[in-house]
């Protein structure tokens, strides 16, 4: 890892948080002069996830007609284009997973895929229908990520979880979450359960979670997923006409949310941030913010103090 500017300039090196080691593992070359994005290992396996992937609320709740969906495939294809993975929906989300697994089986992109989506009912059998239902939609017999929403009946599913994954049928499993006031139950299960992945909100104006969760994933060896990096939305209108700071340039930044999200995936417990979005502008934006130089340390503590607004 090298320093310079109070920037960060990620390598194949070790970093250190809190006595978790975390490998930031990035491809050749052509990574390292930050033409592509970079990767964050899975604590459980190893397996490297780029740092920027999709996330489905609202944006992919659309019905069948080319009009619709004509966006989100190109948003799709931008992000495996770019060297994405990462797409998470849930049944919650409407009907985000059947449009999901629509468009990555038209692009017959499943194998480049990383797919994730939750289960979000109470009892065992509705969870198994709600579960197999989610296989169907998304095309696939085996999903990569299974996530328990929200802790909702969390007992009785993650047997259920662990069963699938020994079948083969999920290869990892996790909880999610996107409210602080969760926060307390979300530590509880993180120190009581071996789990391979946590989902929770942080954001350059949500800083909540790294007081105690992120410290503690890293410390338990858990990926974390981060939704509402850009505080929700909020955070983004807020600043649409605030002139970009002068830190901007040096970390290869065009636009506010490009520093929101550097800002999130510069967290060394973070394995992989997933901004919704049904612009494939913004899709090609998300994923500049994946690649060339992050902030430091000190960097992140001025970007904190000097938040506009």
Known sequence: MTRE??????????????????????GGGAAAQGTELHRRPIPASGEPLPVIG???????????????????????????????RVIDSSPMYGRAEGVTGDLVAEAGARERTFLATKVWTSGREAGLAQMTRSLQLLRTDRLDLM?????????????????????????????????????????????AERLDVLQINYALDDRAAETRLL??????????????????????????????PDYAAELGCASWAEIL????????????????????????????????????EALRKRMAATLPG
């Open 147 to 191: 996530q328990i929403h929200n802790l909702l009946d969390w007992r009785t599913h993650l047997p259920t979880l662990r069963d699938w994954k020994a079948e083969g049928r999920i290869r990892y499993l996790g909880i999610s979450h996107y409210t602080e006031s969760a926060y307390d139950a979300v530590e509880a299960v993180l120190r």
């Open 215 to 244: 410290p503690l994933a890293a410390e338990r060896g858990v990926a974390v997923l981060v939704n509402r990096p850009f505080g929700g939305g909020g955070l983004l209108r807020r600043l649409a006409q605030t002139p970009l």
């Open 5 to 26: 500017n109070g920037l960060t300039r990620p390598g194949l090196t070790r970093q250190s948080f809190l006595g978790a080691a975390l490998t930031a593992a990035v």
């Open 54 to 84: 999709l996330g489905t609320w609202r944006g992919f709740d659309v019905g069948a007609k080319p009009a619709e969906r004509a966006p989100l495939r190109e948003v799709v294809a931008t992000l495996l284009r770019q060297g994405g």
């Open 261 to 296: 999200l550097k800002f999130v995936i510069s967290h060394p417990a973070v394995t992989c941030a997933i901004p919704g979005t049904a612009d494939p502008g913004h899709m090609a934006a998300n994923l500049r913010a994946g690649t060339g130089p992050l902030p430091d």
